[in-house]
Structure formats: structure tokens, C-alpha cells
């Protein structure tokens, strides 16, 4: 628990419309990438043609003050998921775009909403972007880097002709300047939802997913209740190494993943009551579930 804790600073980053945070990064020299969707205020964007959300990053150092502001726009809604801190300092970003090629977005739509990629460095300027999708509606959710300076992005795609339901896991795997290697799709016959996507010791990653799927598709566990915690193990080259299933006979929806020195900590929310395998019950309404695995997905 924390207590009498001393605020040391806060910072309003202001604006005249309505605007969503995604992201507080703590990048490699200390200071603080606060990443998120926001609509500029008319006289930036006058030159600019730009119509909805735009990304919109701003870099603090540690006293909380300002080092830069930057925006990248196409002409329709660009919302802002996830940023990782890369090894040489600067920063990839993965967004859910719906813009066409414009302003600052360099390639066309796939097709509905897309992945936006766009590489930039400490001083966010861009180095490279990428437009990741296809005929169906995708949707970034996380982003991470490889031990070989690579990347994994995930994301989410709806009644994919490629997919096995409703909404199925999109894996995509980059080399270090952007270059497409690999993609998966994961997912059962219901809906699936990648939630968090952490870095593993190996190089490879953990996906944190929420799944309404019994078996079926590309899902070989099944499902306890309506909603359950689905955890995938990829390797480093982005195939499946192992998936584990927990849940309750009611709805539980997992929000988080984090690496410990045996495995790893994954945690959401649960209506679930002792059943399945969750063995804990509830006190009322909606609590919070926590689950120790080690590192081959075993509590």
C-alpha cells in the first residue's frame, strides 16, 4: 500500500476538444512520452485538410515541462494505441487509422479502418511508416520490440475472410526497418479480443486475450464461461508456442499481462463465482483476478 504520498508536479496538456490518452512511455533518457488521439485546434490545421483525430504525442522531461509536441494527421478519424520505446532511442507507434492517403498519411487504405505504423526518433521526427491491412476492419492494440530489433504488432480484425469468427488476433511481425516477415491469425469461432502483448525473455511474446470462443478455428483450449482469459506463448519468429484458458463459468475479461522473475502475472476483471478452473470466488459484483503462471503458462 502507499500512503502520504507528495505530488511533485502535474501537468495539464490542454486542448479545445475532447482528447484520449493511450500511453504514458518512460523513454530511454528519463523524460516521458504521453501518447494519445486529439483533434488540433483549427488554426493548425488550416494548411493541413485534416477532419477528426489525429496521433498526438508530447515529450516531458522530468520536471514535467514540455520538450516537444508533435501531431500526425490523415484526412478522417487516426487514433493512437500504443508507442514502444526503441533500442536506439526512439519510438514506434501503432494506431487504428481510417484515412485514405493524405497529410501526413503516405499510403492508401486497405480497405475499412487499417493499422498506421510510423516510425519516429527521440525528437519525433518520422524515420519510415507502414499501413498494415486488408478488405475487413482492423484495429491496433499493441505494440512491442524484439531482442533482433525487430517488432510484433497486434491488432484486431473483423469477419476476415482469412479469420474463424466474428473477430479474430492479428500478429504481424516487422524486421527493424518496417519490412513485413510474418503475419498470424488467431482466434476461435466466437469473438476474440487481444488486450495486452508483453515482450518475453526468449524474444518472443505473450498475448493477453479476451475470448467469448470455445474450441474451433486456431483455439485448442476451451472456453469455462462467456468471457475467459486466453494466454498465447509466440516464439521469437512469431509462431504458437503453448495457450492456456482461464476462467469462470461467468464473464471474466483480462486486462493485463506483466513478466516476474519465475513467469509471468496476468490480471482483469471477474464475475465469475469458484467454477471452471478459477478457484477463487467472488465478493460482489466485479472483482479483480490475478493469476501467477510460470513461464510454460501453468499457475
Known amino acids: 500500500m502507499l500512503y502520504s504520498q507528495n505530488v511533485l508536479w502535474q501537468k495539464d496538456i490542454k486542448s479545445t476538444t475532447q482528447d484520449f490518452l493511450s500511453q504514458v512511455t518512460t523513454t530511454i533518457d528519463g523524460q516521458y512520452l504521453i501518447s494519445g488521439s486529439s483533434i488540433q485546434a483549427s488554426k493548425q490545421t488550416e494548411s493541413k485538410q485534416n477532419n477528426g483525430y489525429d496521433f498526438h504525442l508530447v515529450k516531458l522531461n522530468q520536471q514535467g515541462e514540455e520538450v516537444w509536441e ?22 514506434l507507434l501503432a494506431g487504428t487509422s481510417y484515412s485514405g492517403k493524405a497529410v501526413d498519411k503516405k499510403e492508401e487504405s486497405k480497405g475499412g479502418s487499417d493499422l498506421w505504423l510510423i516510425k519516429i526518433n527521440e525528437f519525433g521526427e518520422e524515420q519510415w511508416q507502414k499501413t498494415l491491412g486488408t478488405a475487413s476492419d482492423e484495429e491496433a492494440r499493441a505494440v512491442i520490440q524484439t531482442t533482433d530489433l525487430g517488432y510484433f504488432v497486434a491488432g484486431n480484425v473483423q469477419n476476415s475472410a482469412q479469420g474463424f469468427g ?35 525473455k526468449d524474444g518472443g511474446a505473450l498475448l493477453g486475450i479476451y475470448s ?35 476462467g ?30 478459477k478457484t477463487t470466488g467472488i465478493e460482489e459484483g466485479t472483482d479483480l483476478w490475478l493469476i501467477s503462471l510460470n513461464e510454460r503458462g501453468e499457475e
Open 248 to 277: 469462470g463459468k461467468a464473464d471474466d475479461h483480462i486486462r493485463t499481462l506483466a513478466l516476474t522473475s519465475t513467469g509471468y502475472v496476468i490480471g482483469g476483471e471477474s464475475r465469475s463465482e469458484r467454477s471452471g478452473n
Open 212 to 246: 467469448r470462443s470455445t474450441i474451433g478455428g486456431s483455439k485448442k483450449t476451451e472456453n469455462y464461461g462467456e468471457g475467459d482469459y486466453w494466454i498465447i506463448k509466440l516464439s521469437k519468429d512469431g509462431k504458437v508456442e503453448w495457450e492456456k484458458n482461464y
Open 70 to 91: 508533435k501531431y500526425f494527421s490523415g484526412q478522417n478519424h487516426d487514433f493512437l494505441s500504443a508507442a514502444v520505446n526503441t533500442q536506439e532511442g526512439g519510438f
Open 166 to 200: 466474428s473477430k479474430d488476433i492479428w500478429i504481424i511481425r516487422l524486421d527493424k526497418t518496417g519490412k513485413q516477415t510474418s503475419e498470424l491469425i488467431l482466434g476461435g469461432k466466437g469473438l476474440d479480443e487481444v488486450e495486452k502483448m508483453i515482450p518475453t
